[in-house]
T-cell receptor, first 109, second 114 residues
Framework: EDQVTQSPEALRLQEGESSSLNCSYTVSGLRGLFWYRQDPGKGPEFLFTLYSAGEEKEKERLKATLTKKESFLHITAPKPEDSATYLC??????????FGGGTRLMVKP | KAGVTQTPRYLIKTRGQQVTLSCSPISGHRSVSWYQQTPGQGLQFLFE???????NKGNFPGRFSGRQFSNSRSEMNVSTLELGDSALYLCASSRQGWGTDTQYFGPGTRLTVL
């Protein structure tokens, strides 16, 4: 059974204080790893898809990286509007999608 | 363009009743997936429909079922509701499905079972 673990569960940062969120996974045949952002009361919003180890993708202050066992979401100089829950999910060879528990990020001005 | 819409947004039911939730995908999207989100279990995949056929299914009991119509709109039905079914139910649409395409989520239906 696929497992996805996100850490930390919650993270408080000062505005401008860079950090990284972790997504560790065990999966039978990774087809893709996804990062989403979810604001309270809303559905998740797609951020990135990573397909193979070594791949990196960037969008504004966010950068996602992937190894064979984990993915990192690096947040550079965060702003209060980056406060949200960040979710990762893995898609396996059997086409099953498994989500992690999420990291709740709070950025204080 | 219009996003994914879900109706109703909020619903209160009692144990033993059944409920039907609706999802209208983005125009041109043929894949619709359903998810259950709870504080304890997080986000869990229910099933995916593509061109009116169920293509993938998660580990949920048979009380949870769905269907997709020719216009790609989808409905999810939960029969014999239990207290543990209280959750945010999300649907997501994409052109071709997960592995090859970005999923766009709707705002969800908040179901409370009393």
């Amino acid at each position: 059974e696929d497992q996805v673990t996100q850490s930390p569960e919650a993270l408080r940062l000062q505005e401008g204080e860079s950090s990284s969120l972790n997504c560790s996974y065990t999966v039978s045949g990774l087809r893709g790893l996804f990062w989403y952002r979810q604001d309270p009361g809303k559905g998740p919003e797609f951020l990135f898809t990573l397909y193979s180890a070594g791949e990196e993708k960037e969008k504004e202050r966010l950068k996602a990286t992937l190894t064979k066992k984990e993915s990192f979401l690096h947040i550079t100089a965060p702003k209060p509007e980056d406060s949200a829950t960040y979710l990762c999910a893995v898609l396996d060879a059997g086409n099953m999608l498994t989500f992690g528990g999420g990291t709740r990020l709070m950025v204080k001005p | 363009k219009a996003g994914v819409t879900q109706t109703p947004r909020y619903l209160i039911k009692t144990r033993g009743q059944q409920v039907t939730l609706s999802c209208s995908p983005i125009s041109g999207h043929r894949s619709v997936s359903w998810y259950q989100q709870t504080p304890g279990q997080g986000l869990q995949f229910l099933f995916e429909y593509f061109s009116e056929t169920q293509r993938n299914k998660g580990n949920f009991p048979g009380r949870f079922s769905g269907r997709q119509f020719s216009n790609s709109r989808s409905e999810m039905n939960v029969s014999t509701l239990e207290l543990g079914d209280s959750a945010l139910y999300l649907c997501a649409s994409s052109r071709q499905g997960w592995g090859t395409d970005t999923q766009y989520f709707g705002p969800g239906t908040r179901l409370t079972v009393l």
